[in-house]
């Protein structure tokens, strides 16, 4: 039987899990993303060049790769075109027959980004911000991610698989742009949308959009009964979760290991292993709770060594210590198998390294799980323990052997922390800059 995992971060995002898939698609067949749309950016760098995917799964630099997008994943089709292009211009094999798409991904188009940026601007005003917790600025990308997703669950999304029958979409299309217009002229006092441009583009893209679709789950059955090996490739981080996240500072969707069952159309027992990618320290990008942040030269340290500018907006990210309770939880809720450490050379040249073991609350009693309102988040300070940091460089080190030893007892101590084996650890930016001490897909 093939051996199908999962490739989730375990942070806010940004732990760097495009690298992590890059390197493990040779011995993959397809590459499945489950959620989230074009506001997740994975960068890859293969022989001293970056690429930035952010709708396409990130195996398909690899030409035996079939990229699966399957229907939790909300698909802007402009951008989802331009990374095609991108891609072919970069001469990438094939692409037009190793890219499949779910009929039932909600389409994203310009009345969501409209409404994303219009609220998050509106937001700024101070009467809002002084009301109630509905009208909180996330810092969201900006790139209509949410409203998709709302008009999902509000039964009123237009889906890739509604062009097949044009003159019901362009019904329905009306029905929303009228339904957005409304909102955005009245409520938001800002620029509305015109649907003769809205309909003109996507029937420009509409046969491209169309040739791509395919019965996912019946593909990836087939693909399993084949012996096929499928990885599912996660976006975002497990704090960004909307149900398990640092709500309301999340993303729209599941990005946890339990997204994959809804967002593909697989079962739970088809999956073998699941790998959680956790940066050696932490960042977060937009708002929200994060009881390790930093605001000294240990975060300087951080942004500047470890070029922590959003892959996606260009935001620098917030940087913090690792938080063992916050990996703990994910651990939990997501099942893991394994975890991967990524920018261990980040952490080259601290003197002293700390780990978050708990927090305490404002009363002085310490707590080891994550709570879950964000009042309570924002009212806990991290309880570290300090390792000693060491001299030598990482960078780019294959060999665990080859670690200086306080780098060494960095992980061990993490690895007993947490109770689940670190089967890999990311040394710098290059595909082989790894130590694997265990490849799940061999
Ligand atoms: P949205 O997903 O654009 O609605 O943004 C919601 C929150 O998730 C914001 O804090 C974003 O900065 C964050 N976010 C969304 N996608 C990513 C990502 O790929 N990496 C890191 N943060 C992200």
Redesign the pocket.
């Known amino acids: 039987m093939g051996k199908n995992i999962i490739i989730i971060g375990t942070q ?3 732990e760097g899990k495009g690298k992590i898939i890059d390197l493990l698609s040779p011995n993959v067949n397809y590459i499945v993303r489950y959620q ?2 074009h ?3 994975h960068t890859l760098v293969v022989n001293n060049k970056k690429t930035v995917l952010h709708l396409l799964p990130s195996g398909l630099l690899h030409n035996h790769i079939f990229g699966v997008i399957g229907n939790g994943v909300v698909i802007s089709p402009r951008d989802l075109l331009n990374e095609i292009r991108m891609l072919q211009k970069q001469g990438i094999y094939n692409l037009q027959n190793r890219i499949m798409i779910s009929e039932s991904s909600p389409l994203l188009l310009e009345y969501h980004v409209a409404m ?1 940026q219009a609220r998050e601007k509106r937001l700024h005003s101070v009467d809002d911000n002084n009301s109630n917790g509905n009208t909180t600025i ?6 209509g ?2 409203p998709v997703y709302e008009d999902k669950v509000a039964r009123r999304g237009l889906r890739i698989g509604d062009l097949k029958n044009i003159q019901l979409f362009s019904v329905n299309l009306r029905k929303n742009v009228n339904y957005y217009n409304f909102l955005l002229s009245n409520y938001y006092h800002s620029k509305v949308v015109n649907y003769d441009v809205i309909i003109k583009d996507i029937l420009s893209v509409r046969d491209d959009l169309l040739n791509m679709i395919q019965d996912i789950p019946n593909t990836l059955d087939i693909a399993m009964k084949n012996d096929k090996k499928i990885m599912f490739e996660g ?3 497990t704090f ?1 979760d909307i149900d398990h996240g640092t709500y309301p ?4 969707s599941n990005s946890i290991s339990g997204g994959v069952c809804s967002g593909v159309g697989v079962g739970p027992l088809a999956i073998d292993y699941i790998l959680g990618v956790t940066k050696c320290y932490t960042t ?5 709770p994060f009881p390790t942040e930093l605001f000294d030269e240990i975060d300087l340290h951080f942004f500047n060594i470890g070029k922590e500018l ?4 260009g ?1 620098r990210r917030r940087t913090g210590w690792l938080d063992i309770v916050a990996l703990r939880r994910c651990i939990q809720i997501n099942s893991l198998s394994a975890l991967c450490m990524t920018k261990l050379d980040v952490l080259d040249g601290l003197k002293e390294i700390k780990i978050c073991i708990a927090y305490k609350l404002s009363n002085g009693t310490q707590i080891t799980c994550t709570p879950f309102s964000v009042d309570e988040w924002n009212n806990l300070s991290p309880v570290y323990k300090i390792l000693p940091g060491w001299l030598g460089s990482t960078v780019g080190v294959r060999s665990f052997n080859l670690l200086p030893l306080e780098a060494k007892n960095y992980i061990l101590e993490i690895e007993s922390m947490v109770g689940i084996p670190i089967d890999m650890i990311s040394t710098g930016p290059e595909r082989n800059d790894i130590i694997i001490l265990n490849n799940p897909c061999l």
């Not at 996330?138 to 790139?143: D, E, F, L, S, W």
């Open positions: 806010w995002g940004d989230g749309g506001n997740a950016g994303d996330i810092g969201t990308t900006g790139r991610i949410g976006a975002q981080g960004l500072y999340v993303t729209s977060r990008v937009g708002f929200g959003g892959s996606s907006t935001r």
